[in-house]
């Protein structure tokens, strides 16, 4: 099967050979349990070069439906049942727009956006999905905001917001709870549950990770993303790879798990790793709960130990910038595959370096996670969060519940990597 003849010229081969081989395994062809025939027999068979046909695999491997195992192969690790997943097509519409059915609709959306906004307002994850949102159901009626972060004021909790919007009587909710503390979450999960919501109109939730509950849900593969990240360092030609970790919090945690998949499937061992810890470690709780905190609990700057408030930046990037120096201190960035849990980790190392005397991309690689405004000014490697796509999604699914095809989905988006001058360019 020689993909790279196939009549529509506009599909990268890679994504043909990805959607072929996904149909394999979804209709059993290749059963859960079976090994792919060898990548390099594969690539031949489609009529590519290798690589297309690692770019292809790349996204299965990420999603858990294959398994690479450095001696049985390439495995079908899950079939279609387990990774049910909906792939939405972003800027593909749901319905025709001239249909009349689900005109004058009002969508209540909860976000939860800083007040005031930062400077640079596509840093605000909040604002960048409400405005995906509004964009896509502007064609089939309007929109009622809650916005849960009220200025001098303590948080909305999820059953009052949600109160708000049935006393609005809007026909449907699109709640985006992007990296909360994982106490907002439940509290979510429990008063959606009480208020018997789902049997009253259609609701979608967009989260920054899985939920383990039959709703409808958006939400970012943290996992796959440390997957992705860790596999462009590989292919830069990295053999040593540091992972920064200078706070204890469950996205970390998750990309931690991304990044060693990745390399146990590239064939490295578990020396080939390094976590380097802010020593000792501190940990990120809401601001709520540090507020409570007896005083000696708290983050000491001369002790670099204890609990950091989510909101305090400044104690957040002094603890990023002692990790980042210990790094150097210690030798262990000198030609390393550097994976920063964030780009503001990833900034420290870029400007910790500078002073050194050393050249990001050419001494070391260092990729982050986000893709920040300031990223773009200092060239940093970084894995761009699927925003648009995700207030997008929920949208389109909210949209078919209107139109009275609903359904209990999960839909989940990865990141785009972002290659800027502080990774080498990858090896052919």
């Excluded at 004058?104 to 604002?127: H, N, R, S």
Aim: net charge neutral.
């Amino acid at each position: 099967m020689d993909l790279t003849k196939q009549p529509d010229e506009r599909t990268p081969a890679c994504k043909k050979i990805e959607a072929d081989l996904r149909h394999k395994v979804e209709t059993g062809v290749w059963p859960v349990g079976s090994t792919l025939p060898p990548r390099r027999h594969l690539a031949q068979s489609y009529g590519v070069p290798l690589a297309t046909l690692e770019r292809a695999i790349a996204p299965l491997l990420a999603e858990g439906m294959l398994r690479a195992n450095p001696r049985q192969g390439t495995v079908i690790a899950r079939g279609a049942a387990a990774t049910a997943v909906a792939r939405i097509t972003p800027g593909k519409p749901v319905r025709r727009i001239g249909d009349s059915t689900d005109s004058g609709k009002t969508l209540g959306i909860v976000t939860g956006i800083c007040d005031p906004p930062p400077v640079y307002a596509e840093d605000d994850w909040g604002l960048a999905i409400l405005t995906s949102i509004e964009k896509t159901f502007a064609p089939h009626g309007g929109t009622y905001v809650v916005n849960r972060y009220l200025k001098d004021k303590p948080p909305l909790s999820p059953r009052e917001v949600i109160q708000r919007l049935l006393d609005a009587s809007v026909d449907a909710i699109v709640y985006v709870t992007i990296e909360p503390p994982i106490e907002h979450v439940q509290e979510l999960l429990a008063t959606i549950a009480q208020m018997g919501l789902t049997d009253r109109l259609p609701i979608a939730l967009v989260t920054h990770a899985a939920i383990r509950r039959p709703l409808t849900h958006v939400f970012y593969d943290i996992y796959g993303d440390g997957y992705l990240a860790a596999q462009h360092l590989i292919r830069c030609g990295h053999e040593k790879f540091v992972f920064l970790r200078p706070v204890e919090t469950d996205w970390i945690a998750d990309r931690l798990v991304g990044v060693s998949a990745a390399l146990e499937d590239a064939g490295f061992n578990r020396d080939a790793l390094t976590v380097h810890y802010s020593e000792p470690p501190c940990s990120i709780i809401p601001s709520s709960d540090y507020e409570r905190l007896d005083v000696h609990k708290r983050w000491s700057r001369s002790t670099n130990r204890g609990f950091i408030a989510d909101n305090d930046l400044a104690a957040r990037t002094l603890v990023s910038r002692i990790c980042v120096e210990q790094g150097f201190d210690e030798g262990l960035f000198d030609g390393s595959g550097i994976i920063a849990a964030n780009d503001l980790i990833g900034k420290e190392v870029i400007e910790g370096a500078l002073k050194r005397g050393l050249v990001p991309g050419k001494d070391f690689s260092v990729i982050g996670f986000d893709d920040h405004v300031y990223s773009r000014f200092i060239g940093l490697s970084t894995m761009r969060p699927p925003l648009d796509a995700m207030g997008e999604a929920a949208t389109q699914l909210i949209i078919q519940a209107i139109n009275g095809k609903p359904a209990t989905t999960q839909v989940r988006l990865g990141s785009l990597l972002i290659q800027r001058n502080s990774t080498r360019m990858p090896l052919k």
